[in-house]
């Protein structure tokens, strides 16, 4: 059984900045991408950013030079810097691993940004 556990989030003024992190447990085995998802209520879950295991980023348009995320291989963690937010990234940020096998879900952090 995999485990994530994110951490970071919370109430910000437009602005300001936030850093996510997503720590996976248990029985991983060669973990291929990582990333962040958000949703927004009333709104469907979608795609921040990935990251590849060699490194490789992907970033939603709305959040590009926003943005960065990173992972550190070793820990099988998953890091997300937020600087600029904007009261429309307020939403629970959930954090992804994909094997290649299975997928897994952490349990989500809530971000708001104040205006």
């Known amino acids: 059984q995999v485990h994530l556990v994110e951490s970071g989030g919370g109430l910000v003024q437009a602005g300001g900045s936030l850093r996510l992190s997503c720590a996976a447990s248990g029985s991983i085995f060669r973990i291929n991408v990582m990333g962040w998802y958000r949703q927004a209520p009333g709104k469907q879950r979608d795609l921040v950013a990935t990251i590849t295991s060699g490194g490789s980023p992907n970033y939603a348009d709305s959040v590009k030079g926003r943005f960065t995320i990173s992972r550190d291989n070793a820990k099988n963690t998953v890091a997300l810097q937020m600087n600029s937010l904007k009261p429309e990234d307020t939403a629970v940020y959930y954090c992804?691993?994909?094997?290649?096998?299975?997928?897994?879900w952490g349990q989500g952090t809530q971000v708001t940004v104040s205006s």
């Open positions: 992804k691993l994909s094997t290649d096998f299975s997928a897994y």
